[in-house]
């Protein structure tokens, strides 16, 4: 054999050698498992849940964190009655506020100001100033408040707080115990939330649930998304304590904004009437009226004359969705119908006997007046 033909063998062989070498460390080595939690030690079993906890967790909450605390305020008002939400030092209630305008227009609870003969507004940047009540409208537990600040204020833009999904990141910003923009982060935990915390018979409540930390002190504050939209004011905790237990309430952002602008267009809430009384839907009920799912509110009675009598609408009627919106509860309803004024017009879709249908209802006022609003003037429809 030629001495040519010798070295094409022997490096046919060393490649052999080295692809075999390499297919049993690919394809036939054994697979290296997770090693046993039970021969950890407690310190490498914190550190592995930590790791695992983090890869959940939003990259980073500092960016919405810094854009949002300037724009929310300490706030202490006094002399006040003692509140049953924010109980503070005798003789005053402290809370938190929302700037929602760069000229100083500020967001808080109604129990917060409840009763204040002054109210003193503490910025971020530690400047003081005494606030002007421009409304309040207890039906929302929602207030508004003015100061007069030198120059132009950071502040809060509302987010679309329907967008929001239960399980969604979210950060409360306030006051509690008097400690300054303070975050705390949680997620939401339900939506359409009736506790019965508001006392007037026309209360609406439908508040976004969060497990994000919530103390005496936060009322009136921020609750925002990660982007840092204003999607809530938060309002109300559910506590055997007084102190947060994973239980906190926030008035959504889309309803709060309509409120807030007719606070500062009118100094009060011009809230539009159905006049149907309605009640939710139990999974008996929707079998029985035709329905696929226990959805939508039953109506169990209407008032004479008014809107949803005068547009067609019956009892035992299901009312699914307002303007395309979906209702699933007596609460959601109530949030739905407080976004729009008298004079408006909404579609409401209804089921009646198993068919689905809709119709057009011109809402009215509590007084069944059908006031149109142009401008800053009231005319008949």
Not at 4 to 32: E, G, N, R, Y
Not at 80 to 99: A, C, D, K, L, N
Request: charged residues 20%.
């Amino acid at each position: 054999m030629k001495v040519s033909q010798l070295i094409t063998l022997f490096a046919c062989c060393l490649l052999s050698a080295a692809l075999a070498l390499l297919a049993q460390q690919t394809f036939f080595a054994p697979a290296v498992s997770a090693p046993d939690s039970s021969s950890l030690s407690v310190a490498e079993r914190n550190d592995v849940a930590r790791r695992s906890f983090a890869k959940g967790l939003p990259a980073d909450f500092t960016a919405s964190a810094k854009a949002v605390t300037p724009a929310v305020v300490f706030l202490r008002a006094y002399p006040s009655s003692v509140s049953r939400f924010e109980p503070g030092p005798r003789g005053s209630v402290t809370g938190s506020g929302v700037i929602i305008d760069e000229r100083g227009l500020i967001a808080t609870n109604r129990h917060v100001i409840e009763d204040a003969n002054r109210i003193r507004i503490v910025l971020g940047d530690k400047r003081e100033y005494d606030a002007t009540l421009i409304g309040e409208d207890e039906s929302t537990d929602l207030a508004l408040l003015k100061i007069k600040p030198e120059g132009k204020l950071p502040y809060l833009t509302f987010g679309d707080s329907d967008s929001l999904q239960v399980g969604e990141w979210v950060l409360a910003v306030g006051n509690p115990f008097s400690l300054n923009s303070t975050v705390t982060a949680g997620i939401v935990s339900g939506k359409g939330r009736s506790i019965d915390v508001l006392e007037p018979e026309d209360r609406i409540e439908s508040f976004i649930q969060t497990d994000a930390a919530v103390n005496p002190g936060n009322s009136g504050g921020a609750l925002v998304n990660t982007s840092g939209d204003l999607i809530g004011i938060n309002t109300a905790i559910l506590s055997s304590s007084g102190r947060h237990q994973g239980f906190a309430f926030a008035i959504p952002g889309n309803l709060a904004q309509r409120v807030l602008e007719d606070l500062r267009d009118f100094g009060e809430v011009r809230r539009a009437v159905l006049g149907a009384y309605i009640q939710g839907v139990n999974a008996a009920q929707a079998k029985s009226l035709g329905l696929k799912a226990a959805r939508g509110v039953l109506i169990t009675g209407l008032r004479d004359n008014f809107p949803a009598l005068r547009g067609g609408l019956k009892v035992d009627d299901v009312i699914t969705a307002i303007n395309g919106t979906a209702i699933n509860s007596a609460s959601e309803f109530q949030e739905q119908l407080s976004r729009y004024r008298p004079g408006d017009r909404i579609r409401v879709n209804y089921v009646r006997n198993g068919r689905a249908l809709s119709l057009k209802v011109l809402l009215r006022d509590k007084n069944n007046n059908p006031r149109k609003l142009v401008g800053r003037e009231e005319v008949q429809d």
